[in-house]
């Protein structure tokens, strides 16, 4: 059964950094592409970010720069360092893995405060 966690969510002021966590299960974790996608209220979900099992890293052109995806195979958990954060940033961020379906995590709620 795939289980992912979010966590690392909160309030931040515009110019701050969060680092969200994404704890995975269920999964040979190693051998996943692993990706954020966020929703903003009232928005559609976008997707962020992508690592792939060989941590080949791609990003939404209108984040690269500021915001970093990472991952930790001893730990089965995905990252996603936020730098320099802007209040259009808030949004509930989710992480998600393919494996024939779409698994998503609960999300976790990121609120920039201007």
């Known amino acids: 059964q795939v289980q992912l966690v979010e966590s690392g969510g909160g309030l931040v002021q515009t110019g701050g950094s969060l680092r969200l966590s994404c704890a995975a299960s269920?999964?040979?974790?190693?051998?996943?592409?692993m990706a954020w996608y966020r929703q903003a209220p009232g928005k559609q979900r976008e997707w962020v970010a992508t690592i792939t099992s060989g941590s080949v890293t791609m990003y939404s052109d209108s984040l690269k720069g500021r915001f970093t995806i990472s991952r930790d195979n001893a730990k089965n958990t995905v990252y996603l360092q936020m730098n320099s954060l802007k209040p259009e940033d808030t949004a509930v961020y989710y992480c998600s893995v393919r494996r024939g379906v779409d698994y998503w995590g609960q999300g976790t709620q990121v609120t920039v405060s201007s």
């Open positions: 269920g999964i040979i974790f190693r051998l996943n592409t």
